[in-house]
């Protein structure tokens, strides 16, 4: 089974940046695709950004231009790396991954995730 375990939240003032990263063990497909979602308290999980395994990403509009998804398949670790965070990005971040190949952009939904990691919190203050 697959398992994903996600690190680096934290809190940190308006302005500032956090890298969060994934950890994933138990694949065994060369294709892949991975995603980070976020969760604020009383709001649907929301897509953030999705990478597969071509490089090909995807981010949501809320975070182009300052969130940019990164993998190092070595480490089998997908990465986040957050700038400009505002308290709007204030949420539990997840990391979430199924197998195969995704035809068209990649999904920033929720359904065509099989595996999910427990989330890592992101607090940024004002």
């Known amino acids: 089974a697959q398992l994903l375990v996600e690190s680096g939240g934290g809190s940190v003032p308006a302005g500032g940046s956090l890298t969060l990263s994934c950890a994933a063990t138990g694949g065994t497909d060369s294709n892949y695709f991975m995603g980070w979602f976020r969760q604020a308290p009383g709001k649907e999980r929301e897509g953030v950004a999705a990478i597969d395994a071509g490089d090909r990403t995807t981010y949501a509009d809320s975070v182009k231009g300052r969130f940019i998804i990164s993998q190092d398949k070595a480490k089998n670790t997908v990465y986040l790396r957050m700038t400009s965070l505002i308290p709007d990005d204030t949420a539990l971040y997840f990391c979430?991954?199924?197998?195969?190949?995704?035809?068209?952009?990649?999904?920033?939904?929720?359904?065509?995730?099989?595996?999910w990691g427990q989330g890592t919190q992101v607090t940024v203050s004002s």
């Open positions: 979430a991954a199924d197998w195969g190949l995704w035809f068209g952009p990649l999904p920033l939904q929720t359904g065509p995730y099989k595996y």
